[in-house]
């Protein structure tokens, strides 16, 4: 079985191969397929919820193209990191169940306890894991059995000695209860009657992931003895690409660096360094795995399963600071820099072979100390066991350089595993004082808003102030949307983090276009922003900018000063107000009295429906409170006047009885009832929520979300998006009986809950599928880049106005409800 998968045809060629098949690829000005929210043939289908998400083949005829191409030219085959079968997931399936994170390294677990994603310096980018999913039904979802990085057991019985991958045996997973992202993985074997808890935590202050194991033994296990292994295929990685966020997962075969064995900390340090394309700046990173008590023996190899797996073509400078403090540098040689040398040493040694096969087949490992190209490593250690009991910790580290691991190594091995553990969840804690839990006593309910909470505080970035939608590389989500945005700051206006909402602005402040601040000349008009960003600014999405997130834009910068007060703050960011919302006047269809076509909501072509519309209204509307707010007479009357325009053109072109405010978009928009709060009355704002066209809405909302909520025994539909929006805003809106009303939000809140989120870990992907299992019946299966911070951030708003926090009094014929109570309650002292 492993020789046949060594020899195989390289994976991505098979995926280039079948997408040349199928007639995907560059056309005329270079056709790049983009972000896609939704995942199979299923949810491509006329189901109106599934239709929301994105997907598309770009082809633009400008500066764009060029950027794009100039991407394609230089890492060929780029344009087929894409599935082109309809029945397979676009980016391959998410194969995430668990994440751990301080906001600086960023960890992700699937089910079977293997590490899937390791992201430093920050959430963002880079990610040093190579993990390549390709289908959802294959074992390891289709990843070469060498890649993540897992463990082990070498276990001796009266037979002999042999190898077992944790990730085998029956294996649950779970968070403890509370405010805590420890990722709890029990694996068991009956055949060895062996129980192995791995408890995984990213340390709060330090970039250091531990990996505490417990092994227990039955009375009447055959295991003898035993050594623990500890496996990882990293990739490391010091570049991106603008516009095509995918290096993480589709280009890994070019991520070579030199991993060593370094006797002096005792771990296998894998470092590289090289020039960020994004930026023209150089990165350097190291990543360094090692025991906290002393290893037992070592292995570094090649990567067998990795056709680029050879230092041929490698340009890296062994005499840079990213190498200092390796106890070995090896001496110079033919290629780029001082690591030339290790070609004939490492590469063509026998005894460098992949440490995955040398750590499978053989009784002790090789010992091999460096290798340089598609590294792997592996270092075991005897358990000794106390009755029954064996322990053992297991540490990543990660740093600018080789020094920086070896500190963090150390630092970490002085301390109490447990003690990490528990000053994690008191960093959490503290950082969510103010966040209250929904009334019920429904543990579902509460296990996914304490998901939601700490998913979002170890996603957020304290250098940058940016929050990615997520950590995950499949789908490519490591960026900051300013339309997820919005909502995350409105989140955290109410529970408090005023702080980090307004650096969270300023992010936004400074990557907005402008006449002064051309960084995308040609691409984004002034007063616009990209369509996600990296941590770092750099555009990452495929499209050049989104008319919805120009008003969420206008939205989260007014909103911040209507949860603060903060005036200073408002004069500060108004000229990035100013800039948009003067934009959005001139964006106007003078037949319809729409806003003029533009991309939105991550749709590849321009559009004029209700998703870009309303959302404009929204971005008008908060504009013209903010010059209100300041006294700028002139600003309020134009844009005021705008607006209701635009008003106008909504009720005559955004509106059927079938959809409610959504048509032309194919699908009931939730959010014209909230956030947008937008009212027929010529869009005035100071309509009731009774009026037919609001009252229709809301009815063709409950009737779309009635259609999940029969799943997976009703099998009429295969899969969704995006429910707890619409719940949100029926929580707001009908709090009284009749369709759709609290009681069936809380329903639906249930199922969003105990279907669609995972099992044992309670997070949500951005999609739901329905699929058969083995055993024939039809199963809710989450996917697409779960955790996804916005998907669980409206699930936890919407249950906490289904479920009132105990004590808090609230306004319950005001939309504002049970959040702006909030806000109310945790706003800061203007003293």
Not at 178 to 196: I, K, M
């Given at each position: 079985m492993v020789d046949d998968e060594r020899t195989s045809i390289h994976r991505r060629t098979l995926l280039r191969a079948a997408a040349a098949g199928a007639g995907v690829g560059l056309t005329g000005a270079g056709t790049v397929v983009g972000t896609d929210g939704a995942t199979n043939d299923a949810l491509r289908r006329a189901d109106t919820q599934a239709a929301r998400g994105p997907r598309y083949v770009l082809d633009y005829q400008d500066e764009f193209s060029e950027t794009l191409r100039r991407n394609i030219e230089t890492f060929p085959g780029i344009e087929q990191c894409v599935y082109p079968n309809a029945d397979r997931e676009i980016y391959g399936p998410t194969d995430v169940n668990a994440q751990t994170a301080n906001g600086g390294l960023a960890v992700a677990f699937n089910d079977r306890g293997t590490m899937t994603v390791c992201?430093?310096?920050?959430?963002?980018?880079?990610?040093?894991?190579?993990?390549?999913?390709?289908?959802r039904s294959a074992d390891h979802y289709g990843a070469a059995p060498n890649e993540g990085a897992f463990l082990g057991l070498a276990v001796e019985t009266a037979e002999g000695t042999?190898?077992?991958?944790?990730?085998?045996?029956?294996?649950?997973?779970?968070?403890?209860?509370?405010?805590?992202?420890?990722?709890?993985?029990?694996?068991?074997?009956?055949?060895?009657?062996?129980?192995?808890?791995?408890?995984?935590?990213?340390?709060?202050?330090?970039?250091?992931?531990?990996?505490?194991?417990?092994?227990?033994?039955?009375?009447?296990?055959?295991?003898?003895k035993a050594r623990l292994l500890a496996f990882e295929n990293l990739s490391l990685n010091v570049s991106k690409l603008p516009f095509l966020p995918v290096t993480d997962a589709c280009l890994e075969e070019g991520n070579a660096d030199f991993a060593t064995y370094d006797r002096a900390v005792d771990a296998i340090v894998h470092a590289r360094q090289g020039v960020d394309v994004s930026t023209g700046e150089q990165a350097?990173?190291?990543?360094?795995?090692?025991?906290?008590?002393?290893?037992?023996?070592?292995?570094?190899?090649?990567?067998?399963?990795?056709?680029?797996?050879?230092?041929?073509?490698?340009?890296?400078?062994?005499?840079?600071?990213v190498f200092e403090g390796l106890e070995e540098v090896p001496e110079s040689g033919p290629l780029t820099g001082a690591v030339g040398g290790l070609r004939e040493a490492t590469y063509g040694n026998a005894l460098a072979r992949d440490a995955y096969l040398d750590a499978s087949e053989s009784v002790e490992l090789a010992g091999n100390d460096s290798y340089l190209g598609q590294t792997t490593g592996v270092l075991s250690r005897v358990l000794s066991f106390e009755g029954d009991t064996a322990t053992a910790t297991v540490y990543f580290a990660a740093g600018s350089n080789a020094a920086a691991v070896g500190e963090r190594l150390g630092s970490a091995r002085e301390r109490d595993p447990a003690a990490i553990r528990a000053e994690k969840r008191a960093w959490l804690e503290g950082v969510l004082s103010n966040a209250p839990m929904p009334d019920t006593d429904d543990e579902d309910i509460l296990a996914l808003c304490r998901r939601a909470l700490v998913t979002l505080a170890t996603t957020y970035d304290p250098d940058s102030g940016t929050i990615v939608a997520s950590i995950a590389t499949q789908s490519p989500y490591g960026e900051d949307w300013p339309r997820d945005g919005a909502y995350f700051n409105h989140l955290l206006e109410a529970i408090g983090r005023h702080d980090w909402v307004e650096k969270h602005n300023r992010f936004y402040v400074e990557n907005q276009q402008s006449v002064e601040n051309p960084q995308l000349p040609d691409l984004v008009p002034p007063g616009n922003w990209a369509m996600n960003y990296y941590a770092d600014g750099v555009p990452g999405g495929p499209i050049p900018y989104e008319i919805d997130e120009t008003g969420y834009g206008i939205w989260t910068l007014w909103d911040h000063y209507d949860a603060t007060g903060n005036e200073a703050y408002l004069r500060e960011v108004y000229p990035a107000i100013k800039r948009a919302a003067d934009y959005l006047v001139d964006c106007a269809d003078p037949e319809t009295g729409l806003h003029c076509p533009a991309w939105e909501d991550d749709r590849?072509?321009?559009?004029?429906?209700?998703?870009?519309?309303?959302?404009?209204?929204?971005?008008?509307?908060?504009?013209?409170?903010?010059?209100?707010?300041?006294?700028?007479?002139?600003?309020?009357?134009?844009?005021?006047?705008r607006r209701n325009e635009l008003a106008e053109g909504i009720e005559t072109e955004c509106y059927d009885e079938a959809t409610g405010y959504g048509a032309k978009a194919g699908f009931t928009f939730a959010e014209t009832v909230w956030p947008v709060g937008y009212r027929p009355e010529v869009g005035s704002g100071d309509g009731t929520l009774d009026h037919p066209r609001i009252e229709n809405t809301l009815d063709r909302e409950w009737a779309e979300l009635e259609t999940t909520f029969a799943e997976p025994e009703a099998g009429e539909r295969d899969g969704g998006l995006y429910e707890s929006k619409g719940l949100l805003a029926l929580a707001k809106a009908r709090r009284q009986e009749g369709p759709g009303s609290i009681d069936?939000?809380?329903?639906?809140?249930?199922?969003?809950?105990?279907?669609?989120?995972?099992?044992?870990?309670?997070?949500?992907?951005?999609?739901?599928?329905?699929?058969?299992?083995?055993?024939?019946?039809?199963e809710i299966v989450s996917a697409v880049s779960q955790p996804h911070v916005w998907e669980q951030s409206l699930f936890y708003l919407a249950a906490l106005e289904a479920w009132p926090p105990e004590g808090l009094e609230f306004d319950a014929d005001s939309l504002g409800g049970v959040i702006e109570a909030l806000r109310e309650r945790n706003a800061p002292s203007q003293s």
């Open positions: 992201k430093w310096p920050n959430p963002s980018y880079y990610d040093h894991v190579k993990y390549f999913t390709e289908d042999e190898t077992a991958w944790l990730r085998e045996w029956e294996t649950t997973q779970h968070h403890p209860e509370g405010l805590t992202d420890v990722v709890v993985t029990e694996h068991r074997s009956d055949r060895f009657g062996l129980t192995v808890t791995v408890e995984d935590v990213v340390d709060a202050d330090e970039d250091v992931l531990v990996r505490d194991v417990t092994v227990e033994r039955d009375d009447d296990s055959p295991v003898e350097s990173v190291a990543v360094g795995m090692g025991f906290r008590e002393p290893s037992t023996d070592h292995q570094v190899g090649g990567d067998a399963f990795e056709s680029a797996s050879t230092p041929d073509e490698v340009a890296l400078d062994a005499g840079s600071a590849p072509m321009p559009q004029q429906t209700a998703v870009g519309a309303l959302t404009v209204w929204l971005g008008l509307d908060s504009a013209r409170k903010a010059a209100d707010a300041l006294g700028r007479g002139e600003d309020r009357t134009r844009w005021t006047v069936d939000v809380r329903d639906g809140l249930r199922w969003v809950a105990t279907e669609h989120a995972t099992e044992g870990t309670h997070v949500l992907g951005e999609v739901w599928m329905a699929e058969e299992n083995d055993d024939g019946e039809r």
